[in-house]
């Protein structure tokens, strides 16, 4: 089924909420919310907000994937009701909800055969950080560094308590996700896809029928950075101090301000990675804004009140950040259904050569 048949879409998320009558009444309604990687609703019951489901994309993960996310939501969220970010800001972290048989996922197939998996979440209030001014944000990032530094504090504690007679080697793998690493990120076979493939269409935003035919030179560009980005990451390395699992989706779209708290959402996209991509992720959509190093100053201020921030783990922040501009160029490119594909789609290619060009002046 593709996920833009909303009429299928609604109809199997009401074949989920069936499964969370306890939890969310009877008479509970549902309301899009996003379409993107997967289709997420309101739950409400009398115009009261009460949970967001999400009906999960086929095949992006497996149950036991989708039960690893649910098992580290459920850690975090003990642990952040007994923190408080300094400076009197709250954290507050989406909890999944049970079904009435007791589970985090539930199962429900279409007329044709085919198995969907939902979740349901707690509703938070508030509005995306994206939706302030870049500078605006600025404050914001310096408690975003110090939550991301939180997190990692903890995926490393857990890694220690846990595995601590384990060989090094197998010590990411304790909770069963993906790892965003080149190849799954922006190789050939990414798991968002090929962003040379968008080089490859005539139009001028890598659409066809959008613009003039690309100029050669932005494929020879993007190739170099990516040739650039491939040799860092070598040698930077997968030590257990750099490489662990993270949010990997810390943009301003899932986090809400609501008065002195920051809600953080959507970890649909946890893996394992390198802790300095939830920097760069945080980044999205916005790279090329001139507050981005503030707002990069900031974060790296709040990280370091609860984690530690080498030199080398400095040094790689612009990898990162072109790192996932690419992989955002392939996921603009292979997600032209969702709604912030569409609002960026027009001037991102142009923008990601411009910030490959400023990468290889620094680093080629």
Same mark, same amino acid.
């Given at each position: ?8 879409? &609604? /109809?199997?998320?009401? $074949?989920? !909420? ?10 509970? #309604? &549902? ?5 993107? /990687? ?26 036991? /994937? ?5 098992? @580290? ?10 923190? $408080? ?26 007329? /044709? ?21 870049? $500078? ?7 408690? &975003? ?10 995926? $490393?504690?857990?890694? %220690? ?14 909770? #069963? ?14 798991? @968002? ?8 269409? #005539? ?10 035919? !690309? ?19 070598? %040698? ?21 301000? %609501? ?39 900031? @974060? ?27 992989? &955002? ?10 709604? #912030? ?24």
């Amino acid at each position: 089924m593709i996920f833009d048949e909303r009429e299928r879409c &609604l /109809e199997l998320a009401g $074949k989920v !909420l069936r499964h969370y009558r306890t939890a969310l009444g009877k008479d509970s #309604s &549902l309301r899009l919310l996003q379409l993107s /990687e997967n289709v997420t609703y309101l739950v409400e019951e009398k115009a009261k907000s009460r949970a967001v489901l999400r009906l999960c994309r086929p095949g992006y993960h497996t149950p036991e /994937e989708l039960r690893a996310e649910m098992l @580290w939501m459920e850690e975090l969220g003990e642990e952040f009701a007994v923190w $408080k970010v300094s400076g009197a800001v709250d954290v507050k972290l989406r909890q999944p909800v049970s079904t009435d048989e007791g589970s985090y996922l539930c199962a429900v197939e279409d007329e /044709e055969g085919q198995v969907y998996y939902g979740t349901v979440f707690t509703y938070l209030p508030g509005i995306p950080l994206e939706e302030l001014p870049a $500078k605006d944000q600025i404050p914001w990032f310096e408690k &975003l560094g110090e939550v991301t530094a939180f997190l990692h504090r903890q995926t $490393k504690n857990q890694s %220690d308590r846990k595995c601590s007679a384990v060989e090094e080697s197998d010590r990411r793998e304790q909770l #069963s996700r993906f790892h965003w690493n080149y190849e799954s990120m922006i190789g050939r076979f990414a798991l @968002w896809g090929d962003w040379r493939r968008v080089i490859q269409r #005539s139009g001028a935003c890598g659409i066809e029928g959008c613009g003039p035919k !690309l100029p050669e030179s932005f494929g020879t560009v993007l190739e170099r950075a990516d040739s650039l980005i491939a040799d860092r990451l070598r %040698d930077y390395g997968k030590g257990k101090n750099r490489y662990g699992l993270i949010h990997g989706d810390l943009r301003g779209a899932n986090l809400l301000v %609501d008065g002195n708290t920051l809600g953080i959402i959507d970890f649909d996209d946890c893996g394992y990675g390198w802790y300095m991509q939830d920097l760069a992720a945080s980044l999205s959509f916005m790279e090329t804004e001139e507050e981005v190093p503030e707002l990069i100053q900031a @974060w790296c201020r709040g990280y370091r009140k609860q984690g530690t921030l080498e030199q080398a783990d400095m040094d790689m922040t612009d990898t990162f950040v072109m790192m996932r501009r690419l992989q &955002l160029l392939s996921w603009i490119n292979s997600r032209s259904q969702a709604a #912030s594909a569409r609002r960026y789609r027009d001037d991102f290619l142009e923008g990601t050569v411009k910030l490959a060009n400023q990468y290889i002046q620094i680093r080629g």
